[in-house]
């Protein structure tokens, strides 16, 4: 156990000693606290100086807290540097808002890296919201700020009251709670305030009149440009600047100006220049101008001949006469007397300025030439130093005075011949320029060079112009030519004479050919050709075209040797036509213009209108437009016809003599028509006229007339023509019948009959439920039928060489085969009669070699013969006599009345007679009709049944009239 404690002995020492060493170097590290904070306020630079002792750190965090509501407003660690002379630490702190706005409490405490002291001793700032300040208050007060900035506001309630609102300006803020009484605003980006500056006012909530207030003025600090120094009396020194901008500062808070740390008392601003006067010329200068806001500071230096600027000329006189004037003044330094100056001199006549410079050494006086007699002038002079020019000097005041008067001008006379002998003597009236003083009268005088006679006529002073005949002229002079002398007279004098030779007698203008003259820009450009006889130049005159007498002519002389000119006057109107003439200067004229300034469409509208109607067609006249209403050159008319209230235009002629236009093939009814003269410019607005066209009763007569005669001689050479071409007529409509001819054997035995239709014939087969043998007869086709198969024939190909078929039925059927037909068959007239269950219908048989055979003898017509037919065995025997016996039974008690009333039987081939007596009687039996058949080529019923007797009344009326006319034309050629 000894041992062991033995052993433990030095562990223990070695942990004490290690503990000891822990605590002493603690020891030496722990932070001290700082002590005896100091608080130094700049209450007008819103700054607090804190300073300290002790902390042993280069690093403290430094606490700035709102005393009554504990809020932090600043809140860091710096590091802060020790006052080698006090031995303490200080750091300076910028409130951004007023110090007087609330308490603070200031804490400091020591940082090295992570290790920290305890906090100082709290010092207090003590603001003005302590309850000692019962009144309003409002900080900061009269605080003067750059344009731009920003600037926090504070308002502490008065005891007891109540926080309302804070205004600036016209704008009610958003404050902010500092304090139990304070409250704070920020004003950002300030604009320039007024002359007094902007107001800020703290009120009350329940009085409005418990408030406080404050002005805050927003401006700039100085800024200033071009300053330099010159010298009027070579001996001081006068300095002028720019103010780039005004400052807004007023009063004592206004920019204040110092050259060479001499303050400006009176920095004289002359137009855009500051000035200020040094009493001696020193070469180098220093300006510096100041204001709350700031101080700005420029430099010059020169020497000073080179900066000599000299003084206005004062007290300028003069002396004048007509043409000149000289101009005197005198300086009020003696140096100049010995300075090389140069002077301007700015001469000023009706609103018309001209400069003229002149040097000298000492100059004082200056002559002015070629001026105008009788003229207001006024002059004015400034000077420079002519060597090592700087600038010209001021202008003098204006010094006014007028030239003496003088005789005037040769007038600028023309003579103007009309064509019937008269004319007038014209003459410019002289400008003020050139009358040299009032004009009193001007003098005529005509004289003849040869007779040494004349004649003086005085006119007043606004006349410009004398009438002259020259016939009346002619009688005072046995000359050829007489001469006008003018002169214009003034209260000095009178003016050069001014001669124009003219003759007696107009001269002949037929013979000049007048061009168009184009106005162009501002004027006539007029070219001519030189005339070697016009040596003392040319003359041209224009005037109104449309004036006749006493015309108010202008007239300009172009230069000598000059053979183009432009004419320009103020008095061209539109609309006008103007005459120009070129002339000698001895009246003979070479060429003639005539043109328009600017042309316009006719004035009044084409006059004396009239319309008249010949036949369909409609004539237009009207009467020429005067001179006077054209107003252009009259290019031509245009012709509208009026369609529902617009115009057509029907035609536009050219030329001013087309003055008719005829409107051709116009139908019945009422036209309005248009006629409008045009030129360049446009139409006039027109002249309207109606008409209503009506029909020409004559001429309708005519055509009736002619049509009738027309009528009437083509009918007369259709009569004859048929009557040259008769036999051609009666072989196409009306040929002889043929006789019939028996080309078979008629001896074979009865059968029944062979109907089979030929090629060009239509059958129709009815079936029938029965057959009676007995009622086998020809019966007659219906009406309706009868039309309806002419219909099928038609639409068929027949022979047009054939007559229409005759048509009938007939019950018999055969009941053979067919076979071919052919014309010598023997077979052909055998059929059976077994089977009568069909009908055949014939609508069409024609002549040709059938299965009918017929055995016919003729006997002459005029006797009234008949024809007997010849009855073969079994076969169809149609005309066998009534009377016959053995026929009874063949025929239906309907066919067999008729036939029984006929005494004459059937004569199909006897000649006929609508009109004769035989004929009339047989009309209740089967009468005859035009082209009743006579063969088997006719074209009615053999047999015509009852219903067919019932409608042939008025058939056989109209057949009978139709062919009475026809047989007679053709019974001439009948055998």
Not at 194 to 219: A, M, Y
Not at 527 to 552: M, R
Not at 603 to 616: A, F, T
Request: proline fraction near 6%.
């Amino acid at each position: 156990m000894l041992q062991l404690r033995a052993s433990c002995r030095p562990v223990w020492l070695i942990c004490c000693l290690l503990g000891l060493s822990v605590v002493h170097t603690h020891a030496q590290n722990v932070l001290t606290v700082p002590q005896q904070v100091n608080l130094s306020p700049n209450m007008k630079m819103q700054q607090i100086s804190i300073s300290w002792l002790g902390g042993g750190a280069t690093m403290f965090d430094i606490l700035i807290l709102r005393t009554e509501l504990n809020q932090t407003v600043f809140h860091d660690t710096l590091p802060v540097t020790v006052n080698q002379t006090t031995g303490r630490y200080e750091w300076n702190w910028t409130s951004a808002e007023p110090l007087e706005c609330t308490s603070l409490s200031i804490q400091i405490r020591s940082r090295e890296g992570q290790a920290m002291s305890e906090w100082s001793d709290t010092q207090i700032l003590q603001g003005n919201d302590l309850p000692t300040y019962v009144k309003f208050q409002l900080y900061p007060q009269d605080r003067v700020v750059s344009a731009g900035d920003s600037t926090t506001f504070c308002c502490i309630v008065a005891e007891g009251r109540h926080f309302g609102s804070i205004r600036y300006g016209n704008t009610i803020m958003n404050a902010t709670r500092l304090s139990r009484r304070s409250y704070g605003f920020t004003a950002v980006d300030q604009v320039p305030s007024n002359r007094t500056g902007t107001n800020v006012i703290c009120q009350d909530s329940l009085d409005e009149t418990k408030l406080s207030g404050t002005v805050v003025l927003v401006g700039y600090p100085p800024l200033l440009s071009d300053f330099f120094c010159e010298t009027h009396d070579l001996m001081s020194a006068v300095c002028q600047w720019k103010e780039r901008r005004d400052t807004r500062l007023y009063g004592k808070r206004r920019t204040i100006f110092s050259i060479n740390n001499r303050k400006c008392a009176e920095a004289i601003k002359p137009e855009e220049f500051r000035m200020c006067n040094v009493t001696q010329w020193e070469g180098n200068w220093t300006l510096e101008a100041v204001n709350p806001l700031g101080l700005y500071s420029l430099s010059d230096s020169a020497d000073i001949w080179h900066r000599v600027r000299p003084v206005a000329p004062p007290r300028l006189s003069a002396v004048v006469s007509a043409w000149n004037v000289t101009v005197l003044w005198k300086w009020e330094y003696e140096s100049y007397t010995s300075l090389a100056l140069v002077c301007q001199v700015e001469l000023n006549s009706q609103n018309n300025k001209t400069k003229r410079t002149f040097t000298g050494v000492g100059l004082s006086t200056v002559l002015l030439l070629d001026l105008y007699p009788d003229e207001d002038y006024s002059v004015k002079v400034r000077c420079g130093a002519q060597r090592n020019f700087w600038k010209w000097g001021n202008w003098s005041q204006p010094f006014s005075f007028k030239t003496n008067i003088d005789v005037p001008d040769a007038l600028n006379v023309w003579m103007h011949i009309n064509d019937d002998n008269t004319g007038q003597i014209l003459w410019m009236p002289l400008t003020a320029r050139e009358s040299h003083g009032q004009i009193t009268s001007y003098e005529v005088t005509f004289w003849s060079p040869e007779e040494n006679l004349q004649h003086t006529e005085t006119l007043p002073p606004d006349t410009f112009t004398l009438p002259i005949n020259l016939t009346q002229i002619a009688a005072f002079s046995n000359d050829n030519e007489v001469m006008a002398t003018v002169i214009a007279k003034n209260a000095a004098g009178s003016s050069p004479p001014i001669s124009v030779v003219f003759p007696l007698h107009a001269a002949d203008k037929s013979n000049i050919v007048v061009s168009r003259a184009v106005y162009m820009d501002k004027g006539f450009p007029l070219v001519w050709q030189d005339d070697t006889n016009s040596s003392c130049g040319y003359v041209v005159e224009w005037h109104d075209a449309l004036c006749q007498q006493d015309c108010p002519v202008e007239w300009m002389k172009p230069a000598l040797g000059k053979t183009n000119v432009s004419i320009e006057s103020a008095n061209f109107q539109p609309g006008v036509k103007y005459n120009i003439s070129l002339f000698t200067c001895t009246l003979e004229l070479l060429q003639r213009w005539q043109g328009y300034m600017q042309e316009l469409a006719p004035s009044r509208p084409v006059p004396q209108l009239q319309i008249s109607q010949q036949e369909s067609d409609v004539i237009l006249t009207w009467g020429a437009v005067p001179e006077v209403s054209r107003r252009g050159d009259l290019l031509g008319y245009n012709v509208y016809m009026s369609n529902d209230s617009h115009l057509v235009k029907l035609a536009s002629l050219s030329g001013q003599g087309s003055r008719e236009y005829t409107v051709k093939g116009l139908s019945e009814g009422s036209y309005k028509f248009t006629i409008k003269a045009y030129t360049s410019a446009g139409e006039d607005t027109g002249t309207t006229i109606s008409i209503t066209v009506e029909p020409l009763a004559d001429w309708l007569i005519l055509e009736i007339l002619a049509s009738l005669g027309l009528t009437a001689l083509l009918l007369a050479l259709v009569t004859v023509l048929c009557y040259k071409k008769r036999e051609w007529v009666k072989t196409a409509f009306y040929p002889d019948i043929p006789q019939p001819k028996l080309n078979d054997n008629w001896t074979r035995t009865q059968g029944p009959l062979d109907v089979t239709p030929s090629p060009h014939n239509m059958v129709h087969v009815v079936d029938k439920p029965q057959f009676d043998s007995i009622k086998e007869v020809l019966v007659g086709i219906p009406e309706e039928d009868e039309e309806e198969e002419e219909q099928m024939i038609r639409d068929e190909p027949v022979d047009t060489d054939e007559p229409t078929s005759l048509r009938y039925y007939n019950p018999v059927i055969d009941e053979r085969p067919i076979r071919p037909r052919f014309p010598d068959s023997s077979d052909s007239s055998g059929s059976s009669l077994d089977s009568g269950h069909t009908d055949v219908t014939y609508t069409g048989i024609q002549t040709s070699a059938s299965s009918l055979v017929f055995q016919m003898s003729q006997q002459g017509t005029s006797e009234g013969h008949q024809v007997n037919m010849v009855e073969s065995e079994g076969g169809y025997r149609p005309q066998r006599q009534p009377t016959a016996p053995s026929d009874d039974a063949l025929l239906p008690q309907s066919s067999q009345e008729p036939l029984a009333a006929c005494s004459g039987g059937y004569k199909p081939q006897s000649s006929w007679h609508l009109d004769s007596p035989e004929e009339s009687g047989e009309r209740d039996c089967l009468a005859p009709h035009l082209g009743s058949p006579t063969s088997v080529a006719s074209t009615q019923f053999l047999l015509p049944d009852s219903e067919s007797e019932e409608h042939g009344e008025e058939r056989r009326q109209f057949s009978s009239s139709a062919a009475s006319w026809f047989t007679n034309l053709l019974a001439s050629t009948k055998p």
